[in-house]
């Protein structure tokens, strides 16, 4: 069993910051990708930001320029800085992981936290 937990949120006014962090613990091997997602009222889940074991980065357009994705590999944590936030950014936000939990590849997981609210006032 692997859990996430996701902690930060909040509410900020637009132009603010917030950061979020995320931790993955329990029994695995290795992560692999570790990212955050969210999901605001009436819409699908989507992909914010995410960062490989390598430290490769991929971003959503919309937060380009604004986000940045940070890992440390020795906790199994991941980091979102966000800034410039805007009133469109407001979502409950998601950490996922996925991995392996033993040395052989096909015994992989994937799992989500709970989210953690961000509420951008304009």
């Known amino acids: 069993q692997v859990q996430v937990v996701e902690s930060g949120g909040g509410l900020v006014q637009a132009g603010g910051s917030l950061r979020l962090s995320c931790v993955a613990s329990?029994?695995?091997?290795?992560?692999?990708?570790m990212g955050w997602y969210r999901q605001a009222p009436g819409s699908q889940r989507e992909l914010v930001a995410a960062?490989?074991?390598?430290?490769?980065?991929n971003y959503a357009d919309s937060v380009k320029g604004r986000f940045t994705i940070s890992r440390d590999n020795w906790k199994n944590m991941v980091t979102l800085q966000m800034n410039s936030l805007k009133p469109e950014d407001t979502a409950v936000y998601y950490c996922?992981?996925?991995?392996?939990?033993?040395?052989?590849?096909?015994?992989?997981?994937?799992?989500w936290g709970q989210g953690t609210q961000v509420t951008v006032s304009s």
């Open positions: 996922n992981a996925d991995g392996r939990l033993t040395y052989q590849s096909r015994d992989v997981f994937n799992s």
């Open positions: 329990g029994r695995f091997f290795s992560i692999n990708a």
């Open positions: 960062i490989t074991l390598a430290g490769s980065t």
